[in-house]
């Protein structure tokens, strides 16, 4: 996979929030506090076999992810949710157990970008 965060996305999302790093900081923690949550409930539904709980989680995940620019995490999300809407219990097994890693990566790059005041440009503006 390539960067757990999209820098643009992250910039952009900083812009809509005023260019207050506080405030972008407030919709990381929530994320962050939401997140591993909702993955462990993801990965219950899964196991259960509750597939329209599975969908409304990973979608939830998904949306989440996506805003913040965790866009392959995002997207392993939503595969978990298209795998069991064709029946393909243990392939979306597999991939949740992906998107929980990628997860880490991401928590892992939100406390960078944190840290670097949310600009992860390489600082070529080319």
Known sequence: MSDPLDPTALADLLAK??????????TVDGFEERAPRQLAALR???????????????????????TLGA????????????LLR??????AAARLTEAE???MDVSR?????????WDLTDGDDT
């Open 44 to 66: 219950r539904a899964v196991d259960a076999g509750d597939d329209l709980e599975a969908d409304r989680l990973a979608g939830e995940l998904r949306g989440q992810a996506d």
């Open 86 to 91: 064709v029946g393909a219990r243990r392939e």
């Open 17 to 26: 929030a005023g260019d207050d790093p506080e405030l972008l900081g407030v």
């Open 109 to 117: 790059a939100l406390a960078e970008a944190r840290e670097a005041g």
């Open 71 to 82: 866009i392959g995490f995002g997207e392993l999300c939503r595969q978990v949710a298209s």
């Open 101 to 103: 890693a990628a997860w």
